[in-house]
């Protein structure tokens, strides 16, 4: 767990720490307005849960949102073949820098999971996955498309499943 905190600090932006350190500022903006506004009660309480609100879901929601739109990328796949002598998918797709910014790093991922006719067992397939490889593209300027194969490697399931795509990207 220590070595995943440190290595999400290590990837953190000028961006990050600006949104960081503006929520921490938003929180302490609504305590001190709460307690300069104690004489009315209700204004003050919702102030405070205003300020515990944004501490706690600030950061989150807004480190998503903000490399979902610095960071913003979209991947194709192209194909997923199961290999027949060896227990292996191969999966090929492209991914396009479509930001503002060159990418130093992309941290591509292909996700097998099981599939049925059901939705709800579907949807709970996703959060636990059968099998899920990375690979890491490096210097992607804005605009350019480049192409990635990953092998999905041992992949034993026999039944039905399905492959998706994910992409981080720095």
Request: charged residues 20%; proline residues 2%; positive net charge.
């Amino acid at each position: 767990m220590k070595e995943k905190i440190t290595a999400f600090i290590h990837t953190l932006g000028m961006y990050d720490y600006i949104l960081f350190g503006s929520t921490v500022f938003l929180f302490f903006l609504f305590i001190i307005l709460a307690l300069l506004l104690r004489n009315r009660f209700a204004l003050a309480i919702i102030l405070v849960l205003l300020g515990f609100a944004t501490l706690l879901l600030g950061p989150t929601l807004g480190y998503i949102a903000l490399h979902h739109y610095l960071y913003k990328n979209e991947l194709k796949l192209l194909s997923q073949k199961r290999l027949h002598f060896t227990q292996a998918v191969v999966v090929k797709g492209t991914l396009t820098n479509k930001s503002r910014f060159d990418f130093k790093e992309c941290k591509v991922t292909a996700t097998a999971y099981k599939v049925t006719s059901n939705q709800y067992k579907n949807y709970i397939y996703r959060l636990k996955p059968l099998k899920k490889m990375s690979i890491l593209l490096k210097d992607i300027e804005k605009g350019q498309t480049r192409k990635f194969k990953i092998l999905v490697e041992p992949f034993t399931y026999k039944k039905d499943y399905n492959i998706s795509l994910g992409a981080d990207c720095r």
